[in-house]
């Protein structure tokens, strides 16, 4: 480890974001994103917390920080773009052909994903769901093992571990590249909560600490093991969907662990009537559930994940 006095610069980057780089003494170097959606302000918040933490301490290597990845949609309020609806986080690594969100995908990728030896992508669940916090990573793809080192460092309560990741993600770029990579998510709802704000400072400096640029005492200290869910993908898209619309009134928490059938919330109709007892199509934990009772057939409901590894992770 080579602690070095930190200097700061930044970097307009495509659609209005900031790469803010943060160099030190010699060592690895770590890509830092948050607002990849423009609804998601734990990230944001997280991420100028990192770099002016990281102002007044030795560091020994770089951090790529951009805080508001998706600057038009971050400015809009919305997960996906105002100018084309695009969701940044599926369209990496990007083309400056295809319109604005893809161009921005490609300017994150070539200049802070491309070279780095860690990335950490924070994200919450929005205006729309809620979350619990948790940690993830992709257990089979690019460098598997330092993926779950830095999951494990970041010290959060519950760590998803995925078989696989769809394209379009910043974790994808980095499997593909055979980068370590995370990703962080909570609770969302238009609100900061100032526990899970901590727990997102807390966990990326443990995780510069384990991989060398800051000194090992700044690794958080653990209350208590993980618990781990598996599989499930992470994609909120592919979520149990609404069959009616109506309202949708939740029964369960994000977090909570059902059983096969067990219900999730029940779909009432405009006019009162109940339309859908909504279940649980297996065993898991609750990891996306809609906040919004107002729903459109096709909206998202929830997403679980699996309790049981079933591959010896």
Request: charge should be negative; proline fraction near 5%; charged fraction near 20%.
């Amino acid at each position: 480890m080579e602690l070095g006095t930190v200097s700061t610069d930044q970097t307009a980057l495509a659609g209005g974001a900031v790469l803010t780089t943060v160099r030190g003494g010699a060592g690895p170097m770590v890509a830092l994103l948050g607002g990849v959606h423009g609804d998601e302000d734990e990230g944001v918040l997280a991420v100028l917390r990192v770099v002016r933490e990281l102002a007044g301490a030795p560091l020994a290597g770089t951090v790529r920080a951009v805080a508001r990845a998706h600057a038009a949609a971050w400015a809009a309020g919305s997960r996906t773009g105002p100018l084309d609806g695009g969701n940044l986080a599926r369209c990496f690594p990007g083309d400056p052909k295809t319109g604005p969100t893809a161009e921005v995908a490609a300017s994150i990728t070539e200049s802070v994903i491309d070279g780095a030896d860690v990335l950490i992508d924070l994200h919450s669940a929005g205006v729309a769901y809620g979350m619990p916090l948790f940690c993830g990573f992709v257990r089979d793809a690019g460098d598997a093992d330092g993926s779950r080192r830095a999951a494990a460092a970041f010290g959060a309560p519950l760590i998803w571990a995925h078989s696989g990741t769809p394209p379009g993600r910043s974790l994808s770029v980095a499997a593909e590249r055979g980068i370590p990579a995370i990703y962080a998510e909570c609770g969302g709802g238009g609100a900061i909560r100032g526990d899970h704000l901590e727990a997102y400072t807390r966990g990326v400096l443990g995780v510069l600490a384990e991989f060398g640029l800051l000194r090992p005492s700044r690794r958080p200290t653990l209350r208590a093991e993980a618990s781990w869910v598996y599989d499930g993908g992470g994609d909120l898209d592919a979520g149990v969907l609404s069959r009616h619309d109506g309202f949708f009134v939740s029964t369960v928490t994000a977090g909570d662990i059902v059983p096969a059938g067990g219900e999730i919330g029940r779909l009432h109709g405009y006019d009162g009537t109940l339309l859908e007892t909504v279940a649980a199509p297996a065993a898991g934990m609750v990891m996306f559930l809609r906040r919004r009772a107002r729903t459109r057939a096709g909206d998202v409901l929830f997403s679980l994940a699996g309790l049981d590894d079933g591959a010896g992770a």
